[in-house]
């Protein structure tokens, strides 16, 4: 269960659909392997339009801190990831396609 399950669906937006209309970007493309067993990880155009690549790369590893050592002892509905930087809230959300930076209202 996470966060969304109790919303309704109206409408899916493919993985690759939205990284070829922009909406999403691909980021590390080279170290997928390393930073994420292979799964993808993308960020909303305007996070990656925002934060360097160095902001994102330190957002990503306080995810991946946050992923191995907290996320197993949150209760499964507290297990949303939320950072911020420049004084904005941001998001790493997962799905069964890839890892999402983005800001709540991107979603």
Do not use: C
């Amino acid at each position: 269960m996470n966060t969304f399950d109790d919303f309704e669906v109206i409408s899916s937006y493919p993985l690759k659909q939205a990284i070829a209309d922009g909406a999403l970007v691909e980021v590390f493309k080279n170290r997928w392997q390393q930073l994420s067993e292979g799964k993808p990880l993308v960020a909303t155009a305007s996070l990656f339009n925002e934060i360097s690549l160095a902001g994102l790369m330190e957002i990503w590893n306080e995810f991946a801190h946050w992923y191995k050592y907290d996320k197993p002892a949150l209760p499964e509905n507290d297990q949303l990831f939320k950072t911020s930087m420049d004084n904005k809230t941001i998001l790493v959300v997962e799905d069964d396609k890839a890892f999402t930076l983005m800001y709540p209202e991107d979603y």
